[in-house]
């Protein structure tokens, strides 16, 4: 069993910064999947980002990429995602999730179905 919290979300404004933490318990992440999803009022939760924790090799949405980016430290069992030139379109819940194992497809990497285990989510807020 593994347990996700995320901490680091608040309130900013358009252009501004913020650095998401996802903090993994109860095994090691070696050979973990772990992801980034966002979900604002009434929309579907959607893909942000993803690592597949071996490698280190990160994968991200369109929306966001060239602005966030997803990195893991190993010794702490941790993830971060780092957002700069944030925009009000990235306000959101952002959620952590993680899964057993590396992820070889884009539906793999970006359904929320196939993750195992989720965070409590952390509200960004983005001001214009």
């Known amino acids: 069993q593994v347990r996700l919290v995320e901490s680091g979300g608040g309130l900013v404004q358009a252009g501004g910064s913020l650095r998401l933490s996802c903090a993994a318990s109860g095994r090691t992440l070696m050979s973990y999947t772990m992801a980034w999803f966002r979900q604002a009022p009434r929309k579907e939760r959607e893909f942000v980002a993803a690592i597949t924790w071996n490698a280190g090799i990160s994968h991200y949405a369109d929306s966001v990429k060239g602005r966030f980016t997803f990195s893991r430290d190993n010794a702490n069992n941790t993830g971060f995602l780092q957002m700069d030139s944030l925009k009000p379109e990235d306000t959101a819940v952002y959620y952590c999730?993680?899964?057993?194992?590396?992820?070889?497809?884009?539906?793999?990497?970006?359904?929320?179905?196939?993750?195992?285990?989720w965070g409590q989510g952390t509200q960004v807020t983005v001001s214009s």
């Open positions: 999730a993680a899964k057993s194992g590396p992820s070889y497809s884009d539906y793999a990497l970006r359904t929320p179905g196939t993750y195992d285990y």
